[in-house]
């Protein structure tokens, strides 16, 4: 995946296991909750067409933040070898509750982004971008246990 090439995600697991400050307090005794956000301040541009097939749920969601998000709850694994830290990452899936259809409403939100402005420049909406009406979302929030 090439999101979990990016630096900053990289450093995550370095960030967690291996610096004395975070270590000891990123449990759930310390930590409320935790919010991951990706936001962007382009749109979709040419990967309009792309993105009306996929959706933020599908592009971002299901790969990417889900690989974040097992980053960030994950136990300490034994060791950095790739199928320990898997096996680690698998252990927080099958611990997320499982949102029932009547609670739907209230832990999800989705949207799609408007006409405005980005860096003082006028930004299309997605419609816009994509030439046609659409109902796929540009913007998803979901709320796990």
């Known amino acids: ?10 450093n995550l697991i370095v960030l967690r296991f291996m610096n004395s400050l975070f270590e000891p307090v990123w449990n759930a005794n310390a930590i409320d909750h935790v919010e991951i956000t990706v936001a962007e301040s382009i749109g979709s541009g040419t990967r309009a067409s792309y993105y009306d097939t996929a959706g933020a749920l599908r592009d971002m969601v299901q790969n990417h933040l889900l690989q974040l998000l097992c980053l960030v709850a994950m136990e300490p694994p034994l060791d950095l070898d790739a199928d320990t830290v898997r096996d680690e990452k698998i252990k927080v899936l099958r611990a997320l509750r499982p949102i029932a259809a009547a609670s739907v409403r209230n832990a999800t939100a989705r949207g799609q982004y408007a006409k405005g402005a980005s860096d003082g420049e006028v930004a299309a909406s997605y419609a816009e971008e994509l030439g046609r009406p659409s109902s796929t979302e540009t913007y998803v929030a979901i709320k796990a246990h």
Do not use: F
């Open 1 to 10: 995946d090439h999101y979990l090439g990016k630096e900053t995600v990289q």
